[in-house]
């Protein structure tokens, strides 16, 4: 298992990249908590909030449940996240 951590400041990669996806869709963190637990995976709001924070390790699966729910591959969520 990969778990995607920028060292030089000790916060996750995808945590702005998260953030600017939800937003456009129009969802709250709930919101994308939901509908996430709807397709059968364990994200509550706070699991979203310190994900967009960048204080929660994120996992490689996670990394592809949210690429697969955005609609993005995983490349594209793990690049250009500054």
Same mark, same amino acid.
């Given at each position: 298992?990969?778990?995607?951590w920028?060292?030089?400041?000790?916060?996750?990669?995808? =945590?702005?990249?998260?953030?600017k996806?939800?937003? /456009?869709?129009?969802?709250?963190?709930?919101?994308?908590? *939901?509908?996430?637990?709807?397709? =059968?995976? *364990?994200?509550?709001?706070?699991?979203?909030?310190?994900? /967009?924070? =960048?204080?929660?390790?994120?996992?490689?699966? /996670?990394?592809?449940?949210?690429?697969?729910?955005? =609609?993005?591959?995983?490349?594209?969520l793990?690049?250009?996240?500054?």
């Amino acid at each position: 298992m990969k778990i995607y951590w920028n060292k030089e400041d000790s916060k996750n990669i995808i =945590g702005k990249k998260i953030k600017k996806l939800r937003k /456009e869709a129009g969802l709250t963190q709930k919101q994308l908590a *939901e509908k996430l637990q709807l397709l =059968g995976h *364990e994200f509550s709001d706070l699991t979203i909030l310190r994900i /967009e924070q =960048g204080t929660r390790f994120v996992p490689d699966y /996670e990394v592809v449940i949210l690429a697969n729910y955005f =609609g993005i591959t995983t490349d594209a969520l793990l690049k250009d996240n500054k």
